[in-house]
């Protein structure tokens, strides 16, 4: 598994981006995003039960992460149809404000080595990665139990404060 200090594979993908006729797909390549701060996270799969809570509440946050000068992007081993039925059907995905990347070849999941042995799919893993695409951050849950998505603003805020940050620490709190 890629951890802390490594790279960003690069990547093209396909991605479900709006529900609006015509404007649904594109392209989106790691290079879209060169010299910004990114939030990657990964689910298992689409039509499952934990994650649309998280997929919602990292659409909820979105702006606290556009606030930190950070895109979020989200993906699964999926298709980019199957992101769009997804997105057609659950109520809390219609308005996502980021993309679904379709790692449906699983070439980035398995660059970064988050595939599930047994299962195949993706671990809900969550990589914050500063501008220069160097991974400074490795959250990875088993399938089973859903990510804390303010814990991925508040160590996105620890990350950026350049400071030596203690526990519990929050943006605006002093540094050691």
């Not at 895109?71 to 992101?83: E, I, Q």
């Not at 042995?117 to 671990?123: E, R, T, W, Y």
């Not at 508040?154 to 203690?166: E, F, H, I, Y």
Request: aromatic share 10%; net charge negative.
């Amino acid at each position: 598994m890629l951890t802390v200090g490594d790279k960003l594979p690069e990547f093209k993908l396909q991605a479900c981006v709006s529900l609006e006729k015509g404007k649904e797909f594109k392209e989106i390549s790691s290079s879209d995003f060169a010299g910004k701060w990114k939030v990657l996270f990964f689910w298992p799969m689409d039509f499952t039960f934990i994650c649309p809570t998280e997929i919602a509440e990292f659409g909820r946050l979105d702006a606290q992460f556009k606030e930190r000068g950070a895109v979020v992007l989200g993906a699964s081993t999926d298709s980019h149809f199957v992101h769009h039925a997804w997105r057609t059907h659950h109520a809390d995905l219609k308005d996502l404000p980021f993309p679904m990347l379709a790692d449906a070849k699983r070439e980035l999941s398995s660059a970064l080595g988050i595939l599930e042995k047994d299962a195949g799919v993706c671990l809900r893993a969550t990589y914050i990665i500063d501008q220069k695409d160097v991974i400074q951050s490795v959250h990875v849950n088993g399938l089973s139990a859903g990510r804390n998505v303010e814990e991925t603003v508040r160590t996105l805020d620890a990350l950026q404060n350049g400071g030596l940050c203690p526990v519990n620490w929050k943006r605006g709190d002093s540094t050691l």
